[in-house]
């Protein structure tokens, strides 16, 4: 009997999956490509946007370099006036002591250095050309033997390098304008920014937390109630520091006998604000007055004084003072100062390290996502902010639960600061 032929069933196609367009490659780039690729353009994007942040900053200076200045400013009479109101001064005297006296403060200083420079200029200029001339002998009859000709060539190619890069060495102290005008319109405005933060920073931060959506503003306020604290504790502290080395600097060239001691401190005082590097040019500033006009010994021991009041600013005010109010490494420091003089003179040197101290705390805080367990509480200090600004309730008689929670944590937050 012939067996029945079984034809062979052919297996049914698979459907094979459409591939998107876009897809189309992509298994074939290394997965460490593609994480390398996100986190490119991502990057991109950040340095484009602080780009134009920068580029914005530069072009606005004359408007950014007064409201910067107001903003330092208060930081340091904003306790002051809060610490007058609450003895019980009325809030207009205490906003008003407060401004005044910084103006007067700085008009002081401003008219002790102009009068001993007026009242040396004569002894100046006359030790000024025996000091010139002493320095034109002594290259004449070095082992160098420069003659009066190409020392002249000397100072002139000196000169003209000066003139010729005057744009960089003086364009942070003209930042604020290269006219008279401009000038007295940045100090007016600095004045008035800090005389309205006195008076209303409150409403002001109010008014910025606003403007940010909803979901951010329990991020953005406690952020900047962090910021806002770091900045009052640098200036409080660099200002301590800073009086410290003018004094030591400037009773030490008092006492060693080098002209103008008193402009000397006040250069020192304000030096003092931009951390390191400020210090160092001052004090090199203070010892090379002492070479010219009083000689090689008077400027050792000058030498000796500075390096007394740096090594003691080094290793006991910055670790026990400035190390605990700004956590920012010495190297992040100098990288911040050379970066903002580069970018904007004296002035983006003067803000670099208040800037980024205080932007290291706001992103710090925002990253450690602290303001997720403090959402719909008032801030404990600093920065007020109202329970609307933080977080509203859509409709409060449809989130009665909401409220009552706010209420528990509130009462929860008081009983804890009580404590």
């Known amino acids: 009997?012939?067996?029945?032929?079984?034809?062979?069933?052919?297996?049914?196609?698979?459907?094979?999956?459409?591939?998107?367009?876009?897809?189309?490659?992509?298994?074939?780039?290394?997965?460490?490509?593609?994480?390398?690729?996100?986190?490119?353009?991502?990057?991109?994007?950040?340095?484009?946007?602080?780009?134009?942040?920068?580029?914005?900053?530069?072009?606005?200076?004359?408007?950014?370099?007064?409201?910067?200045?107001?903003?330092?400013?208060?930081?340091?009479?904003?306790?002051?006036?809060?610490?007058?109101?609450?003895?019980?001064?009325?809030?207009?005297?205490?906003?008003?002591?407060?401004?005044?006296?910084?103006?007067?403060?700085?008009?002081?200083?401003?008219?002790?250095?102009?009068?001993?420079?007026?009242?040396?200029?004569?002894?100046?200029?006359?030790?000024?050309?025996?000091?010139?001339?002493?320095?034109?002998?002594?290259?004449?009859?070095?082992?160098?033997?420069?003659?009066?000709?190409?020392?002249?060539?000397?100072?002139?190619?000196?000169?003209?390098?000066?003139?010729?890069d005057s744009g960089v060495l003086v364009g942070g102290a003209l930042s604020l304008g290269s006219s008279l005008g401009h000038i007295l319109a940045g100090v007016l405005l600095a004045l008035f920014a800090a005389l309205f933060i006195l008076i209303d920073g409150g409403g002001i931060w109010r008014w910025i937390v606003h403007i940010f959506p909803r979901r951010a503003r329990d991020a953005v306020n406690g952020a900047g109630v962090a910021g806002w604290n770091t900045l009052q504790n640098f200036v409080k502290v660099q200002i301590l520091v800073a009086a410290i080395d003018a004094i030591g600097i400037g009773v030490g060239a008092a006492i060693i006998g080098v002209p103008l001691a008193i402009p000397i401190a006040v250069l020192v005082f304000l030096g003092s604000f931009v951390p390191i590097v400020g210090a160092v040019v001052t004090g090199a500033l203070a010892v090379f007055i002492a070479l010219v006009y009083l000689g090689l010994v008077p400027a050792l021991w000058m030498l000796g004084v500075v390096l007394l009041v740096q090594q003691i600013e080094g290793h006991v005010l910055q670790p026990l003072i400035m190390g605990t109010a700004v956590k920012v490494h010495p190297l992040a420091v100098v990288l911040a100062v050379g970066t903002g003089a580069f970018v904007g003179g004296i002035p983006g040197a003067f803000f670099a390290v208040p800037f980024v101290a205080t932007a290291n705390t706001m992103v710090k805080y925002v990253a450690s996502g602290a303001w997720k367990s403090e959402r719909g509480l008032p801030p404990r200090h600093g920065l007020q902010v109202d329970e609307e600004t933080v977080a509203p309730p859509a409709n409060p008689t449809a989130a009665p639960e909401q409220q009552r929670t706010l209420r528990r944590r509130t009462r929860t937050k008081k009983d804890r600061t009580r404590d």
């Open 1 to 164: 009997m012939a067996s029945a032929r079984v034809e062979p069933v052919m297996p049914a196609e698979t459907a094979v999956p459409a591939v998107p367009p876009h897809r189309i490659g992509a298994g074939s780039v290394p997965p460490g490509m593609q994480i390398a690729a996100s986190w490119s353009w991502r990057l991109l994007v950040v340095l484009a946007v602080a780009a134009v942040l920068v580029y914005l900053v530069i072009q606005l200076r004359e408007v950014i370099i007064p409201l910067f200045i107001a903003v330092v400013a208060s930081a340091l009479l904003v306790p002051f006036s809060n610490w007058l109101q609450r003895h019980r001064w009325p809030k207009g005297i205490a906003v008003a002591v407060a401004e005044i006296g910084v103006i007067v403060l700085v008009g002081g200083l401003l008219y002790l250095v102009i009068t001993q420079v007026v009242s040396q200029f004569d002894d100046l200029r006359s030790q000024s050309i025996e000091a010139y001339r002493t320095f034109q002998d002594f290259l004449r009859e070095s082992p160098l033997q420069v003659s009066q000709r190409e020392f002249d060539d000397y100072v002139r190619s000196v000169v003209d390098s000066v003139q010729a």
